[in-house]
């Protein structure tokens, strides 16, 4: 039976680029991602093909950046005074640097360009604009916990311990 909302899944992946075909992400050996089916926990396209998914099926996915991080969004690009990134030495284009949201969690930014005293950062998501091809395996589906559905989260190994 397909995966339903509500079910915890178990997911081995490995995420490439289409392009290249370099690996961008991989679930580590014996610690597939769990998340809670139909809860927005992954990205909407992987998740729409993993709904039609059974336990123990394999299959390849390709998901479209608009399905992904999304496309490149331009307002994303902010010019900063360089003086405000002094702390930071070598400071170079492409760099990758880390700030926090309103929410207080991690987000990343990267250098763009540097002129003189004017930095642009780039705030869009690493992947954004990028299709995404994945090599996905369920390892497991069952349903979440009353406690699980509560929190947002899935409880027990492999997934959030309180």
């Excluded at 809670?36 to 099926?57: F, N, R, S, T, V």
Aim: proline content about 7%; glycine content about 10%.
């Amino acid at each position: 039976m397909p995966i339903q909302n509500n079910q915890v899944v178990s997911l081995k992946y490995t995420l490439r680029d289409p392009e290249t075909n370099e690996i961008i992400d991989q679930s580590p050996e014996g610690q597939p991602l769990q998340f809670i089916a139909g809860h927005g926990q992954i990205i909407p396209g992987l998740e729409k093909e993993l709904m039609k998914m059974d336990k123990g099926e394999s299959k390849q996915i390709l998901v479209q950046a608009a399905e992904a991080y999304g496309e490149v969004n331009p307002d994303a690009f902010q010019e900063i005074d360089k003086n405000q990134l002094s702390h930071i030495p070598d400071l170079q284009e492409g760099m990758t640097l880390y700030g926090q949201d309103e929410h207080g969690r991690q987000i990343p930014v990267r250098i763009s360009k540097i002129e003189g005293e004017k930095v642009t950062v780039d705030l869009n998501h690493p992947l954004a604009g990028k299709n995404l091809l994945f090599d996905v395996t369920i390892e497991d589906v069952r349903d979440a916990t009353p406690e699980e559905l509560a929190h947002g989260h899935v409880h027990g190994p492999g997934g959030h311990h309180h």
